[in-house]
């Protein structure tokens, strides 16, 4: 039976192969969230880049770019990291070029695997039936914070594991950890996640109503996955 | 308030400050029950080593020497990882050499601290009653299983986290996770584990009463840390 793994942080991510696996790469708050909303909302191919240099360089060349560090729009950017901004009609067909402080440096990290997908609570039932049919092992990439654990993207990883229960055997103890608490999070996940830090750190910038929308589950029926250094619609 | 962190592995320990603070090193199943087994049957010392040839060394300098990988005895070595092979009278006043895949490690790793201390849910609430009179922050280290998250160390981190809460605040949510999945598990351990890879590993090798016996709170009123290199009782 194929199986499916959870990577807690991209600083472990030396412990798994990913050679001839799936990778979904997770970072609920917002990263992640926000590229689903964004090609449900038309966008053609969104760039990700790991240093805000990089970005600025496809910004000067023209690109619309987005750029967020700790939590906030990075100087000299426009767009930052709340899906509301991506649902703007003029970005239908464009390409954006997108820096976070984690999740596309997750992004970047998995390039050995044989198909990286991008993984959010709006497309979660899209993202298991399509996994469900494949014949690769899966991992699940959590993008966490600086390289530590963090308790949104693992609810996510988990949501993941038990949707996938009896198709895919899960063998770990992150996987069996990640199923756990989204089993006994999932009928009330904002408030399972009042006290973890970064909803926490969003609270505080008052994107109260970008973690309810990052955490509604199903809003999209669409898949996103990256091609030649791209992330586009599958 | 004083602060306690849980960091779940030993491969994610540089994202920890250690100066200046008490690190707790785990690992349940079995080499840090096995040191407080043997503590509390009146061992004088314990020298922690990582590797087997330095292990071998002092055996063959007359040490008592224990070695284990793999989840069993090491070759040339008549001492394993069964806290059942420490209740040995003849061992009073001694000093023994252990080596293990994950426990040793960690607390080799763990030099830069004021204070390394061994835990266990053996001598949990001893613990617990020492770290409720320090100022200093704490980190509980989890040895894992090759670098990898590990259920059975996280849960006694999160009986740490949970049993100090009001006394030292945590922040993380690594923490706030081990605190969460040590509430829902501590009245049914053994059965919580049963999915979890290193139970399952252990039960194989028929360690089923050694996991019973390190899952067992407050056998020992013991205190265990390391001093010049080596373990003692506080």
């Known amino acids: 039976m194929k199986s499916i793994d959870v990577c807690i942080s991209p600083d472990l991510l030396h412990l798994y192969k990913l050679e001839e696996k799936i990778v979904v790469v997770v970072d609920i708050l917002r990263a992640t969230s926000c590229m689903t909303t964004a090609f449900a909302n038309g966008v053609q191919s969104i760039i990700p880049v790991a240093s805000l240099e990089e970005c600025m360089e496809y910004k000067n060349k023209g690109f619309l770019a987005a750029a967020e560090r700790e939590g906030k729009t990075a100087e000299g950017f426009d767009l930052g990291n709340s899906p509301f901004s991506y649902m703007d009609s003029s970005f239908k067909g464009k390409t954006i070029v997108v820096t976070t402080t984690n999740g596309t440096l997750a992004i970047t990290k998995s390039r050995a695997a044989t198909l990286v997908m991008i993984g959010s609570f709006l497309n979660k039932t899209a993202i298991i039936k399509y996994l469900a049919k494949q014949e690769r092992h899966v991992l699940v990439l959590c993008s966490g914070w600086r390289g530590s654990f963090n308790m949104e993207d693992t609810l996510f990883a988990g949501s993941l594991v038990s ?28 408030q399972y996640l009042e006290d ?27 898949l996103i996955a990256e091609k030649d250094g791209a992330l586009v619609k599958l």
């Not at 949707?163 to 992150?174: F, Q």
């Not at 609270?203 to 109260?208: K, M, Q, T, V």
Request: with cysteine.
């Open 163 to 190: 949707g996938l229960e009896g198709v895919y055997r899960h063998e770990s103890d992150s996987a069996l950890m990640a199923k756990r608490i989204y089993e006994s999070a999932r009928y009330n996940m904002m």
């Open 196 to 222: 973890s830090t970064h909803f926490k750190r969003l609270a505080r910038l008052n994107n109260y109503k970008d973690i309810e929308f990052c955490l509604t589950e199903d809003l999209y029926d669409i």
